[in-house]
Every structure is written in structure tokens, then in C-alpha cells.
């Protein structure tokens, strides 16, 4: 019997969403910011220097394009 194992790239997406979400969101708080508020200034602007180069936070979040982000946090919101 051949079983086939499915996977969906929405699991995996939303897994390094919220990895790197949690990463940014740790390095803003050492620093010293309101994490969500730069978060959430980054998301609606585009503007990368709401977010902290520390801890390569910027890479981290540059790395997912900002569409994907929200997407993710909307379907996790509307499906909580």
C-alpha cells in the first residue's frame, strides 16, 4: 500500500510567520520599543526602520514578504 503524505504550505507558512514574529517581537522588546506598535508601523507603511537591526531582526522580517504576514495574522485571528 503506497501512502502519500500531504502537507500544506499555509502550516508551514504560518509556522515561520510566527517564528519570526516571536524573534522581531524579543528583539524590539530588548531594545527597549513597544513591539507591537513597530510591528504593526512596519506592516501598514513598508518602512523597515520600525524595526531594530538588532538581533538581525530587520533580515528576519524582510526575509516574509509583508502580504504574507498579514495574511497569516488575519486567517490565525479569524480562525481563533
Do not use: C, H, W
Request: hydrophobic share 40%; no cysteine.
Amino acid at each position: 500500500m503506497d501512502n502519500t503524505t500531504l502537507f500544506s504550505l499555509d502550516v508551514l507558512n504560518d509556522a515561520l510567520v510566527e517564528t519570526t514574529l516571536d524573534e522581531v517581537y524579543s528583539s524590539l522588546l530588548k531594545k527597549g520599543y513597544n513591539p507591537v506598535n513597530q510591528i504593526v508601523g512596519y506592516l501598514i507603511t513598508g518602512d523597515v526602520t520600525y524595526i531594530t537591526n538588532f538581533e538581525n531582526a530587520r533580515d528576519k522580517i524582510l526575509s516574509i514578504d509583508r502580504g504574507v504576514i498579514i495574511e497569516t495574522i488575519v486567517r490565525s485571528y479569524l480562525e481563533n
